[in-house]
């Protein structure tokens, strides 16, 4: 079952950039790790960054779905940076003990993308 | 106004069925009341805007959406009540859809169309699809704003519906929560989810916060009891799972 419609991975030279919007279904999940993968796979990106600023709710199932896209992104040799948290969305998951552990985060694009750029440099040897 | 508020209504049910009408309805006389207390009677624009709004984020097909919003822009531009070919156009959509209703549903029709705040209110929503969960989520934060709750205390109670709504899609593939209000003294949401789902194995191991699950499903939980004032669970392979919980506001 799909809508119809699927979250664009946007390249940006060397970074990748998805915006989250309302809900994540499982398919759009499922779709969007797919297409981040490719999207790597076929040009390696130095950041993902994964904006949250249209998110209402930032349950377990979204939170555990952001993980894995780390994680996926991690084994590629790309850093993700969640950006555009509501306060009240990070004051939510604190009190519930959620975490997104390890992913970095950034208050917003801007900074999202300047975390991407040091990190990228930093790791030149 | 009456008429009016149940002509739209049943224009709404129409295209996105009895609970997304409810949401919207609700929604919308919460606004023009708001509006009437300060002085304001909002005009039929403003009042078009606002069930407009309403109705790009819960009505899902852009079709519905478009035919909603101009069958309502018919019924708030002929705002004057006196006027007969407004009586004649609420009164057979209300015709049509009170023909095919049962008498509980005309009973919500009117319990609708009063503005007396009712000291207990319940609401039912069936878990069968994902959608359902967004359903449930929209639900429960328009009770929380209708009994006073900050946008942090909406967040929380919503997100905690969010997953028990999630769980029982998930686990059990289906199943139902039930909202109740009371306004008596202190206000309070109550909160059941119920399903008949395989159930939570190592329930007390999970509540003693002792259990690592790769699917998260403990965590979940006990970050709902976090939140909750109040929280019992019961769950097992013979009774699938119940979870009632309780948040106070204000």
Redesign the interface.
């Known amino acids: 079952?799909t809508e119809g419609f699927k979250i664009p991975v946007i390249r940006l030279y060397d970074t990748l950039i998805v915006s989250i919007q309302g809900?994540l279904?499982?398919a759009l999940v499922r779709a969007l790790k797919a297409d981040i993968t490719a999207e790597i796979e076929q040009r390696a990106a130095h950041g993902l960054v994964i904006d949250v600023s249209g998110v209402?709710?930032?349950?377990?199932?979204l939170s555990?779905a952001i993980y894995d896209i780390a994680q996926i992104a991690a084994l590629m040799g790309t850093q993700t940076v969640l950006s555009g948290l509501?306060p009240?969305?990070a004051?939510?998951l604190v009190?519930?003990?959620?975490d997104l552990a390890g992913v970095a985060t950034a208050l917003n694009l801007e900074s999202a993308l300047e975390y991407i750029a040091k990190a990228a440099s930093g790791g030149q040897a | 106004m009456t008429a009016q508020v149940q002509a739209i209504f049943a224009v709404l049910q129409e295209h996105s069925g009895r609970i997304i009408a409810e949401t919207i309805i609700e929604s919308y006389q919460r606004r023009v009341q708001r509006s009437a207390d300060s002085g304001v009677d909002m005009r039929p624009n403003a009042r078009l805007k606002a069930l407009q709004h309403s109705i790009k984020l819960f009505v899902a097909a852009e079709q519905e959406q478009q035919k909603c919003i101009s069958e309502i822009e018919k019924l708030l531009n002929l705002g004057d009540q006196a006027n007969p070919s407004i009586q004649t156009i609420s009164r057979s959509t209300q015709e049509k859809s009170l023909q095919n209703e049962s008498a509980q549903s005309e009973k919500q029709a009117a319990h609708i169309s009063s503005h007396t705040l009712k000291a207990e209110e319940e609401f039912e929503v069936e878990i069968q699809r994902e959608s359902d969960i967004v359903v449930a989520r929209h639900r429960v934060r328009s009770l929380c704003m209708d009994l006073g709750a900050d946008r942090l205390l909406q967040t929380k109670v919503t997100t905690v519906v969010s997953e028990m709504a999630r769980n029982i899609f998930q686990y059990a593939g289906r199943g139902f929560m039930r909202f109740r209000l009371t306004r008596n003294g202190r206000a309070a949401l109550r909160i059941m989810a119920r399903d008949y789902g395989p159930g939570i194995s190592n329930l007390d191991v999970i509540l003693a916060g002792e259990y690592r699950s790769k699917t998260g499903m403990g965590k979940g939980i006990l970050s709902m009891r976090t939140i909750m004032d109040e929280f019992d669970i019961r769950s097992g392979p013979e009774i699938g799972t119940e979870i009632k919980c309780t948040k106070y506001m204000g």
Do not use: A, H, P
């Open positions: 079952m809900n279904s499982d209402d709710v930032l349950d377990s199932y555990k509501d009240m969305l004051m939510t009190e519930m003990g959620l």
